[in-house]
């Protein structure tokens, strides 16, 4: 009884395997033009979100209402771990890569139902205590025979796709501080773009890009500026300081970018959501109050050096763990009659929101669930209008 619960628990993974990977080994290396002309290849699941737009939308149209009735168990995994699996899949060329717990990956003969290898990143099982959130994995990132993860202790892993060896690795995160990987890695022109987490225990939230070939670190954008004394990495930094109050950079500041990103390959733009404050309360991190840029914010970055191009804040000064690190959709709408480039996300805080993706101007922002923090989103500012108990004052912790 024990094995069926098992069996059955990963029978949508085995599912989706077969669903996705119902084609000829193509044997081809997944380059630059492959995972820009993701569409061409429905069959296949090439990056986190499927394409570039994130939009996770599959057209394939073999299993349908009239048949899905009739489906059975094709084959199955027993993992071992009692944790479950949050990772989306890849899926190239009928071989399937994920991760699993303690940042696991496995590739899978998607046909067959036959592990081809594991790679355990040996992440030090006392590190959990570091995190906020169990110690999960989102998924992999393919490209040029490599299969790329992040791990809980904050490396990022190069990893041989035929065989499971590692090529490479490098430590992208301070490890005697509480940050944390969850998030799946990203592949923009030929660099590995990853987060991170642990915004919630104090840390300064940033996205970093590294070679895909030589782990070599190319830029790195801070989410939040640091201690003024010590000089801004970058004029955004600059300019979000003037946002914040206090001695924010001893509380860490938060930001994390742990979960969303987007790439428009016609706009040459990384679009990158990121975190929450830390600590939570923005009158202990800033208690003269301010925006806090750029927690809870959508970025627009220049991919090939990390330069911010635009941004817009969905929750300026958050007090309340309203993260921007929900999925971000690009897709392209008739609105009013003309074509617009729109970017898509519904973030925590409430408002679903549609900008022009070229500049980060509000298209619109409605409310998708009940909220009572703000009344509604200005139009004109783009701002929210909070509702007058929304903040929480005189509180000296989180």
């Known amino acids: 009884m024990k094995s069926e619960k098992k069996i059955n628990y990963y029978n949508l993974l085995i599912l989706l395997a077969v669903f996705l990977s119902c084609t000829e080994d193509r044997n081809e290396i997944i380059d630059d033009l492959r995972l820009v002309n993701a ?97 999960v994995n989102r998924g992999v990132a393919i490209y040029e025979g490599n299969v790329y993860v992040g791990t809980l202790d904050g490396r990022l892993i190069a990893i041989d796709a035929k065989t499971g060896q590692m090529i490479w690795e490098v430590v992208t995160v301070d490890q005697n501080k509480p940050y944390s990987i969850t998030g799946a890695p990203r592949i923009v022109k030929g660099k590995v773009i990853i987060g991170n987490g642990g915004a919630d225990l104090g840390v300064r939230g940033y996205v970093t890009a590294y070679d895909a070939i030589t782990g070599k670190q190319e830029w790195r954008f ?60 923005r009158d202990v991190r800033s208690p003269e109050g301010g925006d806090n840029l750029y927690l809870s914010s959508i970025l627009a970055l220049n991919p090939d050096n990390g330069k911010l191009i635009w941004h817009y804040q969905t929750t300026p000064g958050d007090s309340w763990d309203y993260t921007a690190t929900q999925h971000i959709i690009l897709a392209d709408l008739t609105i009013d009659g003309k074509k617009r480039k729109v970017l898509m996300q519904a973030p925590k805080n409430g408002f679903f929101y549609v900008l022009d993706r070229t ?40």
């Open 39 to 135: 569409n061409d290849t429905p069959q296949e699941w090439l990056s986190y979100g499927r394409n570039y737009a994130e939009t996770r939308y599959s057209p394939l149209n073999q299993i349908n209402k009239s048949n899905v009735d009739s489906l059975g168990l094709a084959w199955s995994l027993v993992l071992g771990t009692k944790r479950g699996l949050e990772a989306t899949p890849i899926v190239a060329d009928g071989i399937m890569y994920f991760t699993g717990t303690w940042s696991k990956v496995y590739a899978v003969d998607a046909r067959k139902g036959e592990i081809l290898w594991e790679y355990d990143p040996q992440v030090p099982k006392e590190y959990a205590e570091k995190v906020c959130c169990d110690v």
């Open 222 to 281: 801070y989410c939040v500026p640091g201690n003024p004394d010590d000089g801004f990495e970058s004029e955004a930094m600059k300019a979000a300081a003037e946002t914040w109050t206090g001695e924010w950079w001893k509380f860490g500041g938060g930001g994390t970018p742990w979960d969303a990103m987007a790439f428009d390959p016609e706009l040459d733009l990384l679009y990158v959501g990121t975190g929450n404050g830390s600590p939570w309360n």
């Open 359 to 398: 500049d980060g101007s509000l298209i619109s922002a409605e409310p998708y669930v009940y909220t009572n923090w703000a009344k509604k989103i200005d139009s004109t500012t783009g701002r929210p209008i909070e509702s007058e108990f929304a903040r929480y004052p005189n509180m000296n912790s989180q």
